[in-house]
């Protein structure tokens, strides 16, 4: 596996197999990686000629105040683990690689990224925006892979993909889980021992409501209130947020018809969690 | 000259030359061609393998209140110049094929559009940055090319693809002027008799300007001063903006060192036209 620091490094690389017709898939991480992302490189391999991954935790998501300079690193570790999957280059720029002296410019999808997640963390979903396109036009990738976790992030990037006319495949890939269905995410290592059980309550919570959807329960109302009761009998856990949502449009609805999708986002001590669960009649 | 109209069209074309190794230009246009176009279209041809000439009046980037409805369209005439000129593939899609329902997402270039064209024409740099972002995703061009006459524009597209990795080289080319040295527009059909003498005003006062700065002028003050004085002598003309600027940032100087630019912004009659000329010593 090669890695590569630079713009002019990592062109070089791309342009030499896309000379030669090559499929590049992309996994763009933070790094800290956990089976969660290499579930994305197992996914794209089949799909693609050469993997790229990369690490860069972008600072133009973070808001002042957030964890950017605690988020978890560990480069050696990430390295191993992509090289072991086989993925054939890794990018990993510095911040003045990415974001330059008079960097002006950013991607926007509106209305997607206003509630959630995108309403406790203020420009979050722009940082997102604007670092992904980026690394779609550095490696001139074809597919891109990421996780259902991330679910608002994932439906921005498909809304972006498709009105900026960016000729990539984009995969969304499930959620992994430990093995008592915590979902696997790089801030589960800020999690003291008493944390850690708790942060259960997301799954616990998703859980319950998807056992009452299957029952037949189409209500949100209804199952919103089931996430909740299951929710609060948990200690120590804040809700951020906790919702019900068309799986296209992110809005709210009052009957579960089509696709949906029940959200959750809580803090665990000083840690904020995500997880969710898709909610879809079987044909 | 084959004419695509939708993007699967466009794909499959641009796809086939990319398989050969062919190397694209690209020519944005809002259409009702001038020989400013053209001069674009001459500049690509010896770079690239292939030309894509696009026309799309697009309504991103019109103010509710401007020209948007009576912008002057010619297709036909469009058509037989760039086949002529040897253009290898005219787009030309509806607005349902640019922005379909649905459509969230925007690139926007923060400070270098507030000032001059984007303190009248607000939203107007962000509809072209979007646009033409989706236009260099649509082509996957290798190289296009941008008038200098719409200087400010130019220097936000050079920016947007240096901050989000756009693999293009961006050519900007020379204003192209009509014998008595009013910058050719599309926007020019709509002046009376009267009002395309006095339009002249503009590249008068750019004249004037020049050789006061040859004459070894440096403060900007005096120099927008100059360019007033001859502004104002011609009448039924009324100042939008007219400033000499940092060529790079577009910011105000007080004295010209390096290279800057002489702007202007007019209307003659109801019709907004633009003009400039770089000021820079000689070697």
Redesign the interface.
Known sequence: MIILRT?PEL?AFVNGWK?V?GRIGLVPTMGYLHEGHLSLVDRLGPRCDKIITSIFVNPKQFAPGEDLDRYPRDFDRDEKLLAGRGVDALFYPANEVMYPA???????????GENLCGRSRPNHFRGV??VV??LF??T?CDAAAFGQKDYQQARIIQ??VE?????IEIVICPIVREPDGLAMSSRNVYLTHEERKNALGLHRALEDVRILYNSGERAASLLIRQMQTTFQSIPNLKIDYLDILDAGSLQSIGVLTGRSVAVIAAFVGKTRLIDNVILEAKG
Chains 1, 2 share one sequence.
């Open positions: 713009v062109r000379r017709g008079g960097f002006l410019t950013y991607v926007d999808v509106e209305k997607l925006t604007t396109s980026k036009l550095l001139k809304r972006m009105d900026l006319n960016f000729d």
